[in-house]
């Protein structure tokens, strides 16, 4: 009997072969992509693990007695899970958080006590646990391009009940109050619209878009800022033309009321006399 003839491999199944390994293991990625992104995703996973683990020590010695080892909350604070990382920057950085036990009604701002670098860790450890809301770009919350009468618009229909028409703050119920938004800075205040600390509201971008928020930013640094003209005087809340008249009737009219009733009653003790 005449030998089978060994079976000849077609040339290109031994490339098949190791495209299909490749693919297995996650490799295919690795030897198409270009050299230089790799790297560069491979560095940015390594410094987002490296900042969530060095986030994580910084929680455990200045977050977790109040908000949980896992930040799942306790009696003395909230759940951080889902909050995201634009709230972290926020509280941190304005120095809210950490917060005494005896602050009364309401945090205030005050100095803070983490550097930038380790709030940007702390705001990654916190991202980790749920997802939330991320830090603004500068991008996002830049004047530039920005409506600043549009702006002024939106924060009288949404802010000024609380924070007043120019963002000079005001008096809440039972000891709260909205803080003075004067020489805030822009990435605060737009992370306060994004993440409503405290007492205020959220505005997502579903109810005030990236432009909106922009839009009254602009509109605080332009009504606040140190071009604008003071002509001095009472502000009387920055009201206009309303709040003036209103203050001249209930305030003139009474001191002349006050004067006519002073002047009838010498008139009447002249003539008794």
């Known amino acids: 009997m005449k030998k089978l003839s060994a079976r000849r491999r077609h040339p ?6 190791l495209l299909l390994a490749l693919a297995a293991t996650g490799g295919l990625y690795t030897a198409f992509a270009p050299a230089g992104k790799a790297q560069a995703d491979e560095t940015a996973a390594s410094s987002q693990s490296l900042a969530i683990d060095e986030g994580k020590k910084l929680y455990a010695v200045g977050c977790a007695s109040c908000h ?29 958080m950490p917060a005494a036990t005896s602050e009364g009604a309401q945090v205030p701002r005050k100095k803070n006590i983490y550097s930038q670098a380790e709030i940007d860790q702390l705001a990654a450890y916190i991202a980790s646990l749920g997802a939330g809301p991320a830090v603004p770009t500068e991008e996002q919350y830049s004047v530039e391009g920005a409506d600043i009468g549009k702006g002024g618009e939106l924060f009288r229909n949404n802010c ?13 119920t039972k000891g709260k109050y909205a803080p003075n938004l004067e020489g805030v800075d822009p990435k605060h205040i737009y992370e306060a619209m994004l993440t409503g600390p405290q007492n205020m509201p959220s505005f997502p971008d579903t109810t005030l878009t990236e432009q909106n928020k922009k839009d009254i930013i602009a509109y605080l640094d332009a009504v606040n800022g140190d071009e604008t003209v003071n002509p001095g005087g009472l502000q009387l809340g920055g009201l206009g033309p309303v709040s003036e008249g209103l203050f001249a009737w209930v305030f003139g009219l009474g001191a002349l009321i006050a004067v006519a009733v002073w002047v009838a009653a010498r008139t009447a003790k002249a003539k008794k006399s």
Request: proline share 2%.
């Open 68 to 96: 949980g080892t896992g930040g799942q909350g306790t009696s003395d604070g909230p759940s951080l899970v889902g909050v995201g990382a634009a709230a972290v920057d926020f509280q941190v950085a304005t120095g809210r």
């Open 12 to 17: 290109l199944a031994a490339i098949v072969v």
């Open 160 to 172: 000024a009940q609380c924070h007043n028409f120019t963002g000079k703050g005001g008096a809440l």
